[in-house]
């Protein structure tokens, strides 16, 4: 019989049966834990796995960023996420990778404090983070925290080779318990394989620009050929220098033997021998310059040096071919560069020493410019006046002839004026009129008169340079022309002197205004000119350089045996210079002449002093009684020559008056070259002041006194 079951058994059975179903959940219970450590464990290895495969398949850092990003959300909430790293030599935390909700300011941080902003305070603890809506807004509140304030932020340092180089952060606005310190051990974890990715990546790419940077300056340098060649002699390297400097590309050389390409055919043997002594008895190929061969036939002069390196294929010999074709056309340059700098340099000493004669020779032509023209006032004979009319045109050619000879060596600014061209180029014909004989000269002036603001002399010079040229080039001409045209041209006013004569020869047209180049005299080796025309090489290059000096262009058109034009351009007077008023003469004014030339100071003296100017003048021949005369006596202008007897000059007396008085008007009458480079840079510094070079018209002289009375009066 069955016993019948008692209380106690019965309370028993129901505790067995609730401890059984306790182990039950328990189990439960671990096996559904182990199942979600388990697959967080196996997310975290995908996330591993999934950083560490993107390193090897993304090509940029940038690339990498999005792809961690995406990664990390597997396992993590990371929809406010950055990375930032830290530049340590510029001390500036930059932020190459960001999403977040609410801030887009994620510029650089330069001088980055670490006190600053809670990536700072990871920085500086060099460990995990995990702040709670507290914790945040206390340092909200002590303005710890950059942006703003979220209620729960977690952040985890990038740590590699014992160095943090930047952070990774996650945060929420609006959720405070979005985060726990499982997810932060979870980031913790993820952030050493993060961390080495960057790292990685970014040392992958200082090599790839290191790599870039070496092909770059490989390519770039079209003078560096390098080819590589194996033990049977075939090509198996081809840079692109290469084919630049031998005219191959790499598809039409590699598998072909070096004498087959390169080689010259008497240099083969010698070639093939030195290849493979190398191989066989390791005797080297010495550096050195050799002569090659292009794809043309070309020679090709390289300075070849040659190096072995041994393989897995076997040994193979790298040739370094350097182009020598630019060095030596370089060197050939310098040689007639020197030659020409010689040249010029024994030209410049000659034209210094003429500059000095010139000066000299400059004072017999003032004293007879200056007597020729004040005998011109007075003469009343016609046969006289005519002979006096001669002596001052060849003055005045002699002066513009010892011009040409030291404009060179000296740096002048043009004295501008307002004055009209077709009577400037009047007055140059009438100065040439004897050589023009049998010459016809057809003039084509679209207006009468072409107003003009320049230099005087330098224009005049010019014209007689130019038109001294074309009278040159005719000289053998039988029916010789010469036209003279002025006209208008957009803002310009022009002039063009053409003639029929020998022209110039295609190779010579751009060396016509070099300085002491002429094709005149010795030169002359097509019977161009008559054998009595000599040429200096001084006349084109003086006229170029004063066009230049006014801002204005020259061109030139020419034919060998058909002529030559030369079109000169000079801008327009604005409309207030045309109509300024006229230059006031003054009159009765106490003026100190100083001059060491009797003949000239009797010239000046007589022109200042007498009607219509009835100027006081006191004369001094030399700096001690200038000085002297200047102490004692209040002077309305000083008329100052440069060179003076003794040791007292004229800038000596220039600067012992600006010691007391700073406005008084100086003009200075000098065509020492020494002061005439300097004479612009004083000009600069001091408005009362003008200069005349030696020997000057008369007109010229009481013009530019009465032009500094009148600017000197404007000034003060």
């Known amino acids: 019989m069955t016993k019948k079951p008692t209380y106690e058994m019965l309370e028993k059975r129901i505790q067995q049966l609730e401890r ?21 464990a196996e997310k975290i290895n995908n996330v591993l796995f999934a950083i560490s495969n993107a390193v090897n398949t993304t090509r940029h850092l940038k690339d990498l960023y999005p792809s961690i990003h995406q990664s990390l959300g597997q396992i993590i909430d990371v929809s406010n996420f950055f990375i930032a790293l830290m530049d340590n030599k510029r001390q500036t935390l930059y932020f190459p990778y960001h999403v977040d909700t609410r801030d887009d300011d994620f510029d650089p941080i330069t001088n980055f404090n670490i006190n600053d902003s809670l990536t700072g305070l990871v920085f500086s603890r060099r460990t995990p983070l995990l702040l709670g809506e507290k914790d945040l807004k206390d340092r909200a509140d002590q303005n ?41 051990q979870i980031l913790s974890a993820v ?31 079209s003078e560096i050929s390098i080819q590589g060649y194996d033990e049977k002699r075939h090509a198996i390297f081809w840079n692109q220098a290469s084919e630049n400097l031998y005219g191959y590309t790499k598809q039409e050389v590699l598998g072909k033997k070096f004498e087959e390409i390169l080689i010259p055919r008497e240099m083969k043997e010698q070639a093939k021998n030195l290849h493979h002594r190398w191989f066989k008895y390791d005797e080297k190929i010495p550096p050195g310059e050799r002569t090659l061969i292009d794809k043309n036939g070309n020679e090709v002069p390289v300075f070849s040096s040659h190096v072995m390196h041994n393989t897995r294929r076997g040994n193979e010999i790298f040739c370094i071919d350097i182009n020598l074709k630019p060095l030596k056309q370089a060197q050939k340059e310098k040689i007639e560069a020197q030659k020409i700098a010689d040249e010029q340099k024994k030209m410049a000493l000659i034209g210094q020493i003429a500059g000095k004669m010139a000066h000299d020779f400059n004072n017999i032509l003032g004293v007879i410019m200056g007597n020729t023209e004040l005998s011109l006032m007075d003469c009343r004979e016609e046969e006289t006046r005519k002979t006096l009319e001669l002596v001052f045109e060849q003055t005045v050619r002699g002066r513009n002839l010892t011009k040409n000879l030291v404009a060179f060596a000296k740096n002048q600014e043009p004295r501008c004026e307002l004055f009209q061209l077709n009577e400037k180029i009047d ?7 004897n050589d023009l ?25 010019a014209l007689l340079n130019f038109l001294q040229n074309s009278i040159h080039a005719v000289s053998m001409v039988k029916a010789p022309k010469i036209i003279i045209k002025t006209y208008e041209l957009d803002d310009n006013i022009c002039f063009e002197i053409e003639d029929n004569g020998c022209g110039i020869s295609p190779e010579h047209i751009e060396k016509i205004y070099d300085l002491s180049f002429t094709l005149k005299g010795s030169k002359d080796t097509n019977n161009s000119y008559k054998k009595d025309i000599k040429g200096t090489g001084y006349g084109l290059p003086n006229a170029k350089k004063y066009i230049k000096l006014h801002r204005g262009s020259i061109f030139v058109e020419s034919k060998f045996c058909s002529g030559t034009k030369f079109i000169i351009h000079l801008p327009m007077p604005d409309k207030k210079t045309l109509h300024g008023k006229k230059t006031t003469t003054h009159i009765e004014k106490h003026i100190l002449l100083v001059e060491d030339e009797p003949a000239i100071s009797e010239i000046q003296y007589t022109i200042l002093s007498q009607k219509p100017l009835n100027h006081k003048v006191d004369v001094a021949k030399d700096g001690e009684i200038a000085i002297d005369l200047f102490k004692k006596n209040q002077y309305d202008l000083v008329s100052l020559d440069y060179v003076l007897p003794g040791k007292i000059n004229g800038m000596d007396i220039y600067n012992h008056i600006r010691k ?6 100086i003009v200075f009458i000098s065509g020492n070259i020494e002061f005439l480079e300097s004479i612009n840079e004083l000009k600069k510094h001091d408005p009362h002041i003008d200069h005349l070079p030696k020997p000057c018209q008369n007109k010229t002289y009481v013009n530019v006194i009465n032009k500094l009375f009148e600017k000197t009066q404007a000034v003060q």
């Open 144 to 184: 710890g925290i950059m942006g703003p304030v979220p209620v729960i932020w977690m952040g985890v340092p990038l740590i590699t080779k014992d160095q943090i180089i930047g952070v990774i952060a996650v945060q929420s606005y609006l959720n405070p318990h979005l985060y726990t310190e499982y997810d932060l």
């Open 20 to 40: 059984a179903a306790a182990d039950r959940k328990k189990v439960e219970e671990d096996t559904a834990w182990d199942l979600i450590k388990h697959n967080r």
């Open 437 to 461: 004989t049998g010459i016809q000269v057809i003039r084509e002036d679209k207006s009468d008169r072409l107003n003009i603001v320049a230099d005087p002399e330098m224009i005049e010079h």
């Open 660 to 665: 007391t008085d700073k406005t008084i008007p």
């Open 427 to 433: 007055m140059v014909i009438n100065l040439l009129k």
């Open 191 to 221: 952030c050493d394989q993060v961390a080495m990715a960057i790292d990685r990546k970014r040392g992958e790419e200082k090599i790839l620009r290191s790599e870039k940077r070496f092909r770059e300056i490989i390519e770039g340098v």
